[in-house]
């Protein structure tokens, strides 16, 4: 099976999936010559092993363009779920994944890393399939903003760097990379996660969505919906004024979306960085 991919979501596809894993009919009337593959298929298989059934998706071109695998075990009779890379700015991205699995492994903020590999040629690692539905909601709730709380306190700095107080931070913690299964919440694709300034996490979620799913909302408007719960962050670490915390994170914000060419998400962040500095004045 070639091209679909949908192991967090999507009911169409995850039917067509179990269909395909347990009907030799739907195989066969998906099989393509390996031959005619543009990406190495081979060379997967052999590290997945043999007796798994694999579905691809191939990433969105660029630098960090990456194959991701849902995949079948038949020998364990488990999915999983894993990333192969050979652009050298995605193997970097996976090998930092493969370093914050296992720096977090049984903090239950992670799936379980079940395999890799690093070498000069590819990077790959295999995952438990987590079993859960996308966060659908992209408003901050409660449970959303314990488990970013519970997210800071791992490798928390009580000495402040250059004024600002740092902790572990995903780097990309968005309602897309959430999932909820019977009320518990589980974080996918780590491979952004570093130490940073507090609050990274959490205006992360606030602003992503806003500019990417409701552009013409002011920022005036976003604050307003989401201040008491940046305000209930904060006064958990006894910070009361979160100012330079945002203003760091928007320099942040417009350096990576910057260097990533993405245009409007430029736009927006330097948005925000101008009505910061008003506000300032």
Not at 147 to 153: D, E, H, N, P
Not at 161 to 189: A, K, Q, V
Not at 222 to 243: A, C, E, T
Request: hydrophobic letters at 40%.
């Amino acid at each position: 099976m070639y091209g679909l991919y949908s192991p967090y979501g999507g009911k169409a596809a995850k039917i067509y999936w179990c269909l395909f894993r347990n009907s030799k009919i739907v195989r066969n009337i998906n099989a393509v010559d390996e031959k005619d593959l543009d990406f190495p298929y081979t060379l997967i298989k052999e590290i997945a092993g043999t007796k798994a059934l694999m579905s691809f998706n191939m990433g969105s071109p660029g630098e960090e363009q990456k194959i991701s695998i849902l995949g079948f075990d038949n020998q364990t009779q488990q999915p999983f779920f894993a990333k192969f890379s050979q652009k050298p700015q995605a193997m970097e991205l996976s090998k930092n994944e493969i370093n914050i699995l296992k720096q977090l492994n049984g903090s239950g903020f992670t799936p379980l890393l079940l395999d890799s590999r690093i070498t000069p040629d590819y990077v790959y690692l295999k995952t438990e399939y987590i079993k859960g539905k996308r966060v659908e909601n992209t408003e901050l709730t409660e449970e959303v903003i314990a488990l970013t709380i519970r997210l800071t306190q791992l490798n928390f700095t009580d000495n402040a760097n250059n004024g600002l107080h740092t902790s572990m931070s995903h780097g990309d913690y968005c309602p897309w990379n959430f999932l909820e299964n019977e009320g518990i919440l589980r974080l996918i694709d780590w491979e952004m996660a570093t130490v940073r300034p507090l609050g990274y996490d959490l205006f992360t979620y606030i602003f992503q969505p806003a500019f990417l799913l409701f552009p013409k909302e002011s920022i005036e408007t976003v604050l307003q919906k989401n201040r008491r719960w940046i305000d209930f962050y904060f006064n958990s670490f006894d910070i009361k004024n979160w100012n330079d915390y945002l203003a760091d994170f928007v320099n942040a914000k417009l350096a990576l979306e910057t260097k990533k060419s993405i245009t409007k998400l430029v736009r927006h962040y330097q948005r925000l960085k101008d009505y910061i500095e008003i506000l300032n004045r």
